[in-house]
């Protein structure tokens, strides 16, 4: 019992799979994760509702592309403003644009304002889960689960929450990386103070400022960013970002990242400001504010983002500069990365928990400190001041009319060729004698394939809609033979297909997919080597290839085109596409024993003989 201004109340106590710190966009995907997953969460936020304000806006292609494997795109698009790139000026002057190219599925930036994307995944998650007005107290670890106390934060009754794990998405500020002992947020703070709001613009100028990319204006003052937001009550709206003063770092070890607390807020009038100055000799006027306020970055990253049975993501774990809009989509991703893995543990399949788990670590960690320095580096050159500013939009126009020098900086920006580490334990190792796609690489979607098992009418899919789901932990284990018509379908697909079942790892975590030519595949059913107990599997398990040959042909995309007209036959290629798309193995099959390769690799972390 614990008594509370004389009224004694009774203290709860709850059981879960995963405890969930933080209900903001990233503890959301992760909580609706869990949940499709089938496990029982607990997540909770001291604040008193969902935010009401823009925040952070962009979802850049490989977010989108993530979604899209949850089959959650459809969601965010219905309530984006896509763009084409971004329009950059110098001192006043237009010097150029740069568009979002690459080889993705989502060649834009996708804008939604943060409410929006968390009404979203409230929705999907459901409102009723969710413990607002709640934070949490402390927590402790214990051998095979945590202990958490939480405190409602109008009422003081706590609760106390068992959790097989729990998960720090609270924030740079974050409460679960705080309560463990020399968890270290490492880095640093600027003292430079930065304003930004939600505007309509209106002014003769206006014209200029496109409602179709990003606008950034470089200044000798500073860095002013303008970016298209969508329409309210008919009229075109921006956020507006930019220096309050030069750039400074504070030397002191305190996190100061995030939305200034204080009473004195930023105005209007400092926003029209920014404008006059930065824009220099446009003619711009901001009106109607929806949001105003001021913040201040830190470029910091935890010294590690598991500790034991206490995982961070989002920015509990890493917190940058909002230049390219990164920071949402690192959490995203850290979402994406974790979930099945967590889950794979949760339901005892896998073959090394800790393996699994430690590799969250091993392959986000340098890919956010990659962004970190980036976004670092981009933020100190945006607020350079200085004779470099007069002679710099002749240097950029320069540059952004050059292919070979933007599009990098572009896709860069954009997540489209972000790829793990070859350090993580989960990758096979790359055989420098293969020309097949990469393990640590995305999987890149791929023209459609016709499905062999013909129902009640021809089903034709791309790669990425075979393996959307709404969300599981299966491994696809591609079998890909396609190979020119004058030589014979390849003769261990058979062998393949029962080196699957005989590997005795569960079909909750791996599938098979098997492609073969068109003019290979003789009749619109299961093959005869199709056992009566495995029809449900291979209804989807089949699928034929017309053109081989295409850029975008998945025998193209592995990387097996180079090998088709080796004598005396074709090799098949057997490629391990990871839940997140990511590729796991890849190897050419010239054997059998190069068969029990890929099965060896996958029980390394993936438990075998469960029924």
Known sequence: MSTNNDNTTQKRELTVDVFISGAGPVGLFFAYQMIKLGHSIYICDPKNGPTTESRAVLLTPRTMEVMENHNLAHH??????????????????????????????????????????????????GGSR?????????????????EAI?????????????????IGADGSHSTVRKKTENWKFIGYSMSTRFGMGDVAIGGEDVEKILTTRANGFLHSDGMCGVIPIGKRNGKAYFRVVGNLGPYEVDEGDRVTHGIVQEEQQFTLEQIQDLLNKRLHNLNVVAQDPIW???FRINERMADGFRRKRAILIGDAAHCHSPVGGQGLNLGFQDADNLAWKLSTV???????????????????????????EATGSSTRFALTKGPILATLGYVLSGVLSIDMIKNPAITAMMQIYTQLPNE?????????????????????????????????KLERCTLHQILATDTTTQHAILWVSSRPSRFPSHSLTSEFWAKFFDSKISSSVIRPIIIESTWHVHECKTPDYVKEEQQTIAERAFWSEDHWDTEDSISKRVGLTSHMYNKPEPPAAIVIVRPDLYIAYSNLILATQDIDHAFRFLAGYLKTNVA
């Open 76 to 125: 965010f698009l219905k309530e984006a403003i896509v763009l084409q790139g971004v329009q950059l000026h110098v001192q006043g002057s237009k010097v150029g644009t740069v568009d979002v190219t690459g080889d993705t599925s989502f060649p834009q930036m996708t804008c939604v304002p943060q409410e929006i994307t968390e009404a979203v995944l409230i929705r999907l998650v």
């Open 130 to 146: 969710i413990a607002w007005h709640t934070r949490l107290v402390n927590y402790s670890q214990n051998e095979d689960h945590i």
């Open 150 to 166: 939480v405190k409602h934060t109008e009422t003081d009754i706590e609760t106390r929450v068992n959790a097989k794990y729990i």
């Open 292 to 294: 105003l306020t001021e």
């Open 346 to 372: 949760l339901k005892g399949l896998s073959s090394d928990d800790d393996k699994l788990l430690d590799s969250y670590n091993t392959e986000r960690e340098p890919i956010v400190a990659e962004t970190l």
């Open 424 to 456: 993580s334990s989960l990758l096979q190792t790359k055989n420098p004698k293969s020309d097949l796609i990469e393990p640590g690489k995305f999987m890149l979607e791929t023209a459609p394939l016709r499905n062999r098992v013909m129902t009640n």
